[in-house]
């Protein structure tokens, strides 16, 4: 069974850092392109950041660069989302996910995918004073 188990989530004030991690089993991260989006209460399902199975580039959405990165451990088979400065707007339900096909993110979080996938369930992500 392909599976991703998320991590990390929580409480953060403005300004705030916060780690998300999310181990693979039943597959190898680095057979996949990868990526992090989130879903905002009332809003659409957007790109955070992605990374192709080839690395070690990255592509992060506008209004995130500088604050987030994501990698990946190949040694753990689990991938990270830093996120530094965080924001009220960064409040969201963040998802992990692998893809077998082609992945694109484009700057303003839009993105597409191609082949099957593999979801994580989901870590909440609240920045509150």
């Known amino acids: 069974q392909l599976q991703l188990v998320e991590s990390g989530g929580g409480l953060v004030q403005p300004g705030g850092s916060l780690t998300l991690s999310c181990e693979a089993s039943g597959f190898t991260l680095t057979h996949y392109n990868i990526g992090w989006f989130r879903q905002a209460s009332g809003k659409e399902r957007e790109g955070v950041a992605a990374m192709l199975s080839t690395g070690p580039d990255t592509t992060v959405a506008n209004g995130m660069k500088g604050r987030f990165t994501i990698s990946r451990d190949d040694a753990r088979n689990t991938m990270h989302l830093q996120m530094t400065s965080l924001e009220f707007e960064d409040t969201a339900v963040y998802y992990c996910?692998?893809?077998?096909?082609?992945?694109?993110?484009?700057?303003?979080?839009?993105?597409?995918?191609?082949?099957?996938?593999?979801w994580g369930r989901g870590s909440q992500v609240t920045v509150s004073s």
């Open positions: 996910a692998a893809f077998t096909g082609r992945l694109l993110l484009s700057s303003n979080g839009n993105y597409y995918y191609e082949g099957n996938d593999v």
